[in-house]
């Protein structure tokens, strides 16, 4: 048995600069630039929530694998490791993603009260 990392993906929220800030908040650009040392700022839209932040990370992951496998696959999603219950997003990007075939499965870390 052969067990591997095949890919690895990511995904990037948009960038708010400065002067972007300064706008939707009335704020002087160069109190956020210079006193908030905040150049730039990553800003999730509606459709990013993190459920589906990690299911586009998951499909560039998939996307980018070196190989194909030729039997099951299994997925390893993380989630987080608070010791109190939240709502963990990575079960739903498990369920998303769905793996196939004899043998699939879906290991997943969560936390536990």
Avoid at 27 to 43: N, T
């Amino acid at each position: 048995m052969h067990v591997g990392i095949l890919g690895i993906g990511t995904y990037l929220l948009r960038k708010m600069k400065a002067a972007d800030l300064a706008l939707a908040t009335g704020i002087p650009e160069d109190v956020i630039a210079e006193k908030f040392g905040v150049r730039e700022k990553a800003v999730a839209g509606a459709e990013d929530s993190t459920a589906d932040m990690g299911y586009k990370a998951a499909l560039v992951a998939i996307e980018r694998r070196v190989s194909r496998p030729r039997r099951s696959t299994s997925y390893l999603v993380r989630g987080p490791a608070q010791g109190y219950p939240c709502w963990l997003a990575g079960l739903n990007v498990a369920h998303r993603l769905g793996p196939t075939g004899p043998g699939a499965s879906t290991w997943r870390r969560c936390a536990a009260p």
